[in-house]
């Protein structure tokens, strides 16, 4: 599996090209390391972030100072947005994970359908939780609440805007890739290393995707539930 012709035993230019397929693999499995090790990563530097805002909830909640947690009269975000909000990142994150299993199939075309649907959903999330920022009915430092909620939310929305912005690339380097590459093994090197790439990054982006939708529901809860 070459993409050009091997030349015959004793050539000069086979060692040559023994040496250059040997370094091409071995960048290529560095690359499908980074890819796995960099998730791992960004999961743990993820929930340390979030882990932040989650331990300030209920400390902050606990102390209550003076009572200004949440005091009373003060009205909280729109419990619907919040449900609609933690909604679509789910849906958007169970869609892509069934359209992970159908491209493992050789269904390229169901994956990309499902992917561009999760990343309709994310996108909406978005544009849904921006809006209900712009338009609280308190100030950030108003409370103790306020200020975890106000601390949180946009930090949780440029990461799942980020995860989009990866899904959105992954759509668009799936184009080039054949259904069957994904089935049979492709003829040369180059197209085999860019197919498991492409499924190293795509199970990669998964994991990712998932976990976020596990952080939505947690704050779900926190945030329009219990406070």
């Given at each position: 599996m070459s993409e050009t012709a091997t030349p015959p035993p004793g050539t000069p230019d086979l060692p040559a090209l023994t040496r250059e397929s040997e370094e091409a693999n071995?960048?290529?499995?560095?690359?499908?390391?980074?890819?796995?090790?960099?998730?791992?990563?960004a999961v743990g530097a993820l929930s340390f972030a979030f882990g932040c805002f989650?331990?300030?909830?209920?400390?902050?909640?606990?102390?209550?100072?003076?009572?200004?947690?949440?005091?009373?009269?003060?009205?909280?975000?729109?419990?619907?947005a919040g449900a609609v909000i933690m909604a679509l990142v789910v849906v958007s994150?169970?869609?892509?994970?069934?359209?992970?299993?159908?491209?493992?199939?050789?269904?390229?075309?169901?994956?990309?359908?499902s992917a561009v649907l999760a990343l309709v959903l994310g996108l909406a999330a978005i544009g849904l939780q921006v809006w209900e920022l712009l338009n609280?009915?308190?100030?950030?430092?108003?409370?103790?609440?306020?200020?975890?909620?106000?601390?949180?939310?946009?930090?949780?929305?440029?990461?799942?805007?980020?995860?989009?912005?990866?899904?959105?690339?992954?759509?668009?380097?799936?184009?080039?890739i054949p259904a069957i590459s994904f089935v049979e093994q492709p003829p040369t090197y180059a197209e085999a290393f860019a197919v498991q790439r492409f499924q190293a990054s795509l199970s990669a982006f998964t994991v990712?995707?998932?976990?976020?939708?596990?952080?939505?529901?947690?704050?779900?809860?926190?945030?329009?539930?219990t406070a």
């Open positions: 071995f960048f290529h499995e560095a690359a499908l390391n980074a890819t796995w090790t960099g998730v791992r990563l989650v331990f300030a909830y209920f400390y902050l909640r606990s102390l209550n100072s003076h009572g200004m947690w949440h005091p009373a009269g003060v009205k909280g975000p729109q419990p619907w994150a169970l869609v892509q994970y069934v359209g992970l299993t159908r491209i493992k199939a050789s269904k390229k075309g169901a994956w990309q359908a609280l009915h308190f100030f950030p430092g108003s409370s103790g609440f306020s200020s975890v909620f106000v601390g949180a939310t946009p930090v949780f929305v440029i990461v799942v805007l980020a995860a989009m912005i990866w899904l959105e690339t992954l759509i668009m380097r799936v184009r080039v990712l995707w998932n976990y976020l939708a596990v952080v939505a529901i947690v704050f779900w809860v926190l945030f329009y539930l």
